[in-house]
């Protein structure tokens, strides 16, 4: 079993950042593939960024590449999702998730096993 707590969400300005924080606990947490999704009202939820906690490849929507920067603390407990250049378009429920075991990343949520309670970001124009 993982549990995963996100924090970090909020309201911003257009062109403004946050910084979203997944903590880890559980026999699995650091193995595996770990990832941000988001789900706006009304749609489905999508892929954000994710990679494997062994290292490699770090994968991102194109909505989000360039923007976003996904990154995991040496304990690989704790990962982060840094948000910068927020878009009215990125307002949505973000989720951290984590799959175990994982052999390559991916941003299909109905392969991640684990799931945190969400954190919602308000960017507004």
């Known amino acids: 079993q993982v549990q995963l707590v996100e924090s970090g969400g909020g309201s911003v300005q257009a062109g403004g950042s946050l910084r979203l924080s997944c903590v880890a606990s559980?026999?699995?947490?650091?193995?595996?593939?770990v990832g941000w999704f988001r789900q706006a009202p009304g749609k489905e939820r999508e892929g954000v960024a994710a990679?494997?906690?062994?290292?490699?490849?770090?994968i991102y929507a194109d909505s989000v590449k360039g923007r976003f920067t996904l990154s995991q603390e040496d304990a690989k407990t704790t990962m982060y999702l840094q948000m910068n250049s927020l878009k009215p378009e990125d307002t949505a429920m973000y989720y951290c998730?984590?799959?175990?075991?994982?052999?390559?990343?991916?941003?299909?949520?109905?392969?991640?096993?684990?799931w945190g309670q969400g954190t919602q970001v308000t960017v507004s124009s």
């Open positions: 559980g026999d699995s947490a650091s193995r595996g593939c």
């Open positions: 998730a984590a799959e175990s075991p994982c052999i390559v990343p991916h941003l299909t949520a109905g392969y991640f096993d684990y």
């Open positions: 990679k494997h906690t062994g290292g490699g490849i770090t």
